[in-house]
């Protein structure tokens, strides 16, 4: 059974930095497109970036600039660099894969942004 594990979100005041990191058990992993989502309140889950296997990337344009994500396909893990945080960057934030995301989706990462 696929796992995801995310971790790294808390409390940071705006123009601040986080780091996330996500593990995943229980599938292959290299050969996916790993993706970052997030979910702020009242609002559907949207993808902020995502990776290739072979480290291509894509951010959605209210990030880009911001946002580095990476992967580490030894470790299984994935990981975004959040820097020049904003309020409106305030949700869960989840991985998963991005094109046919696993059914299972981890417990998130809450990431909260103070003005």
């Known amino acids: 059974q696929v796992q995801l594990v995310e971790s790294g979100g808390g409390l940071v005041q705006a123009g601040g930095s986080l780091r996330l990191s996500c593990v995943v058990s229980g599938s292959i992993f290299s050969i996916f497109t790993m993706g970052w989502y997030r979910q702020a309140p009242g609002k559907q889950r949207e993808l902020v970036a995502h990776?290739?296997?072979?480290?291509?990337?894509y951010y959605a344009d209210s990030v880009k600039g911001r946002f580095t994500i990476s992967r580490d396909n030894a470790k299984k893990a994935v990981y975004l660099q959040m820097n020049s945080l904003k309020p409106e960057d305030t949700a869960v934030y989840y991985c998963?894969?991005?094109?046919?995301?696993?059914?299972?989706w981890g417990q998130g990462t809450q990431v909260t942004v103070s003005s």
């Open positions: 998963n894969r991005a094109v046919q995301p696993f059914t299972s």
């Open positions: 990776i290739t296997g072979g480290g291509s990337t």
